[in-house]
């Protein structure tokens, strides 16, 4: 009795999991595409959600700014994703294949190292952001309140820098 209850229950739980899959995301020719979107997006809201709560407690005067900093980023974001721009995005796509081609090109013929070819390709992808938001974690579970308001500096300048770049790419 006890066996038949356990496999009922297993059969159950696998059964609602598939039933929330089946019907949690839009079908789509990308498989789990949207479901990686939608993670993407709740892990972005969370991480933002967790750097107001440090700007709350080591940076309250700067409050506001940061408000209309990530506001203003969402809409850039929101513009630049959006059909109307479809185009610009597309362009702009295949410059980066075209660059990213030529620097492996240089990497084959050996013109450049493999830790050139990385940096050339990514530098600019704001690996810093990542690498700051990870130095404010630190310095927040190290109670560095030095450190955290410096980092936290940081990155309200990063994302000042970013949005004015998404404007330029909007603009053209």
């Known amino acids: 009795m006890k066996l038949k209850a356990l496999l009922l229950a297993v059969g159950l ?28 997006h709740a892990k972005m809201l969370g991480r933002e959600q967790l750097l107001m709560s440090w700007v709350d407690q080591y940076t309250p005067e700067k409050k506001a700014e940061w408000e209309k900093v990530l506001e203003e980023k969402k809409q850039l974001r929101g513009q630049w994703m959006s059909p109307k721009n479809a185009e610009k995005r597309e362009r ?5 294949m075209a660059k990213m081609q030529e620097l492996k090109k240089q990497l084959e013929e050996g013109k450049i190292t493999k830790e050139e070819f990385i940096k050339e390709m990514h530098g600019t992808k704001g690996m810093a952001h990542w690498k700051s938001f990870q130095s404010l974690q630190l310095a927040v ?15 309200l300048a990063h994302y000042k820098a970013h949005n ?7 603009a053209e």
């Open 13 to 40: 739980i696998l059964a609602a999991q598939g039933f929330a899959e089946a019907h949690g995301t839009v079908p789509d020719t990308n498989g789990n595409h949207q479901r990686m979107h939608d993670d993407w």
């Open 164 to 170: 004015a770049k998404m404007k330029e790419k909007l």
């Open 92 to 96: 702009w796509k295949k410059g980066r």
């Open 141 to 155: 579970e190290n109670k560095d309140s030095k450190q955290a308001k410096a980092i936290l500096n940081q990155l």
